[in-house]
């Protein structure tokens, strides 16, 4: 059974950094994508930032762009989403996504494995 546990998460004040981190079991995913999504109250759930596996490339939302950063250590099926200068309107429950295809990037019906989610608060 595949599971995606996300630790991490937390409360930071304006400007400062946090990073989620998304440990997969269950399977490999070396050539899988890998994405972060958010979702703040009362708004849907959006495109945060994606590892595209077939085309070992990144891809970030423009509201991350230049703050937030994804890595993978396909070792230890893990995948990480550092975030700095973070600001208060980044507050939301985070949610790592995995794919079987390795072409999936912001379409959230491209993924087939999600995490729990995790909670960031960012205060002013």
């Known amino acids: 059974q595949v599971q995606l546990v996300e630790p991490g998460g937390g409360w930071v004040q304006a400007g400062g950094s946090l990073r989620l981190s998304c440990a997969a079991s269950g399977r490999t995913f070396s050539s899988s994508s890998m994405g972060w999504f958010r979702q703040a109250p009362g708004k849907e759930r959006e495109f945060v930032a994606a590892?595209?596996?077939?085309?070992?490339?990144?891809y970030y939302a423009d509201s991350v762009k230049g703050r937030f950063t994804v890595s993978t250590d396909n070792a230890k099926s893990t995948w990480y989403l550092e975030m700095n200068s973070l600001k208060p309107e980044d507050t939301a429950v985070y949610y790592c996504?995995?794919?079987?295809?390795?072409?999936?990037?912001?379409?959230?019906?491209?993924?087939?494995?999600w995490g729990q989610g995790t909670q960031v608060t960012v205060s002013s």
């Open positions: 590892f595209r596996g077939k085309s070992i490339s990144t």
């Open positions: 996504a995995a794919d079987n295809s390795g072409w999936a990037l912001d379409g959230m019906n491209a993924y087939d494995y």
